[in-house]
């Protein structure tokens, strides 16, 4: 039962425009939602993170908004950059638990030039 | 502010034999996580331990197994490997506590079961 659902594998976009990649949670008792960048053979790097009493939060070029009504959360990258390039993971923690995370499949952004 | 570290970075074992692998959280931080990642499965939780006991566990069998020390040092053991065991292992850190806090990943351990 996949908790976390990342629906796009992958996604290309050109350098300078906006990266949108979304996420989806079935489980109502997560609380707290984050994002994760990672490259290969590296552990992902934490980029922005959200809980459930907001509905976006902002850092730099990295936005995230979250839908608790539809159970949806996307992360906006504006603009887009070659170096964004890499694999995204969605994951989400709830109350008692946050240092348990589920982890969605991962989506891959490729920055094209 | 030092990062985690996790050793070895690279593991080969045959079927039946058991490892150990290890992971010095971030200076500070109590809590220790441990994941293991695969192309089928994805990031998987394995458990938590924070204070030198485990606080969360996943849905993982008894083969599976960890500690953490007092200086927040943990390991984590797999015994009678399998070749399905082969996967990216990663620990994370954190506070530990407080709401939703955040995880601090280390680089991993490539495990290779032959």
């Known amino acids: 039962d996949q908790q976390v659902k990342q629906n796009s594998p992958s996604l290309s976009v050109q350098e300078g425009r906006i990266s949108i990649l979304n996420c989806d949670y079935t489980n109502s008792m997560f609380d707290y939602f984050l994002w994760y960048k990672k490259y290969p053979a590296e552990g992902p790097t934490f980029l922005i993170s959200?809980?459930?009493?907001?509905d976006k939060n902002e850092d730099g070029r990295f936005t995230v908004f979250l839908n608790k009504s539809a159970k949806h959360l996307s992360l906006h990258i504006v603009p887009s950059q070659p170096g964004d390039s890499a694999v995204y993971f969605c994951a989400a923690s709830g109350t008692g638990t946050a240092s348990k995370l589920t982890f969605g499949t991962g989506t891959r952004l490729q920055v094209t030039l | 502010k030092a990062g985690v570290t996790q050793t070895p970075r690279y593991l080969i074992k045959t079927r039946g034999q058991q490892v150990t692998l290890s992971c010095s959280p971030i200076?500070?931080?109590?809590?220790v996580s441990w994941y293991q990642q695969t192309p089928g499965q994805g990031l998987q939780f394995l458990f938590e331990?924070?204070?030198?006991?485990?606080?969360n566990k996943g849905n993982f069998p008894g083969r599976f197994s960890g500690r953490q020390f007092s200086n927040s040092r943990s390991e984590m053991n797999v015994s009678t490997l399998e070749l399905g065991d082969s996967a990216l292992y990663l620990c994370?850190?954190?506070?530990?506590?407080?709401?939703?806090?955040?995880?601090?990943f280390g680089p991993g351990t490539r495990l290779t079961v032959l």
């Open positions: 331990y924070f204070s030198e006991t485990q606080r």
């Open positions: 994370a850190s954190s506070s530990g506590t407080g709401w939703g806090n955040e995880q601090f």
């Open positions: 200076s500070g931080h109590r809590s």
């Open positions: 959200i809980s459930s009493i907001k």
